[in-house]
């Protein structure tokens, strides 16, 4: 879930910034003439909303527990047990032991991935089972682990949101992984793989759905109306992967573009109301089916840097508009979302995307809004060494860290923070600042 910071987005931009260069140039000026927000090149002026009282909310301590290539859970050598009651004990008891000290820590809401790529870690009607748990896709894994973590974390006063990757179909595009999903075609249900195979792009070595199809973003919805509506979820995540990209993977949707494209200049612009539609339908599915269940997404740190855009942020990021075709700030705008949670994984120090930079950029952003902002805070890099970022190594990295919950605490817009990820918890080097996070946030 890192955004990474990269300049290759000059050269993919290139074009459209000899084109806009004296427009930038003219709104920049114009903006820092003014007292009023800077107007944004893409996003039209949002009307703000009618205020209106907020219930009172506990500021969210979160974590994301991650299952894809079982990083956080469930353990890698409980897939290798034969006998099925002793792997779903042992599976049952790190979830468990893991709610234990999330507690312990404080924290109130785990941000649980569901769907990790084409499976499901619940009993799906759409989905077939997910190979995170048995090894083989479509494997019943003889227990529900969604309905086992909605009772667990609640027993002990912990939220759960129910964390969808919307279009990822695998990690990698192996033979074997081909074989594998092929075998799925005599199950009930098979895997989208085999059942739509129209469907299917590669991006990045991986097999991805394409968002530009109309019927894909309907059956996204219907497999999120397929949780909220069985199962008692606290809310509904998407992650920062929408339209997955690298330089030397582009999505094909060439074709998609041509048949759906219609009234579109650019594909750009197209792909980008592909992925605010499937926020819309999502959100406006949720609410008719159970209202007090939140929805959120969890974007990429940087919407646009503000070199390209008078009301992008003071960074130079990979950002979200450009790259992932995800206009962010817009659909708080519009009040989709009951919640957003940038991914604001640099340091205070880290110039090319500052932490407080965009913390309070995007303060700003929700300030005249109904939506929530909860941080998404990298835990991953504590301990870590980096000649970039040696602030997560100074004191173990509670310096940094204290100076970021810090931050959070300080500005009224935001809700929380989120830490990524969970079992970064349990490593040696992030020790000292889970002692710290437990002084702090624990009871």
Known sequence: MESIISTSRCFALAAKVKTLGCLVAAALLLASCASKPPVSLVTPVAKPLPLKPLQHQEPVRGVWLTTVSRLDWPPVASVNISNAASRIRQQQAALKHKLDNLKSLGINTVFFQVKPDGTALWASKILPWSDTLTGKIGADPGYDPLQFMLDEAHKRGIKVHAWFNPYRVSTNTKPSTVAELNRTLSDRPPSVFVLHRDWIRTSGERFVLDPGIPEVRDWITSIVAEVVSR?????????????????????????????????????????????????????????????????????????????????????????????????????????????????????????????????????????????????????????????????????????????????????????????????????????????????????
């Open 231 to 443: 199962y008692a979820v606290d809310g509904v995540q998407f992650d920062d992967y929408f339209y997955t990209e690298t330089p030397a993977s582009r999505i094909n949707d060439s074709e998609t573009f041509q048949q759906y494209g219609q009234g579109f200049a650019a594909k750009a612009d197209w792909r980008r109301n592909n992925t605010e539609q499937l926020i819309e339908q999502v959100s406006r599915t949720i609410k008719q089916l159970k209202p007090e269940v939140e929805f959120g997404v969890s974007p990429a740190g940087v919407w646009r840097n503000r070199s390209f855009d008078p009301a992008g942020s003071d960074t130079r990021g990979a950002a979200a508009y450009d790259e992932s075709f995800a206009d962010t700030r817009k659909w708080v705008q519009q009040g989709l979302l009951d919640y957003i949670a940038p991914q604001l994984y640099w340091p205070f120090a880290r110039d090319a995307a500052r932490y407080d930079v965009l913390a309070k950029w995007w303060a700003d952003v929700v300030r005249p809004t109904h939506t929530r902002l909860y941080i998404g805070v990298a835990l991953y890099k504590v301990g870590e060494f980096s000649k970039k970022e040696p602030d997560w190594t100074i004191n173990g990295g509670v310096p940094e860290l204290k100076k970021q919950l810090d931050l959070n605490e300080s500005l009224p817009q935001i809700n929380g923070t989120i830490l990524f990820r969970e079992d970064h918890l349990n490593q040696p080097q992030t020790q000292e600042a889970v002692r710290y996070l437990r002084s702090r946030w624990g009871n």
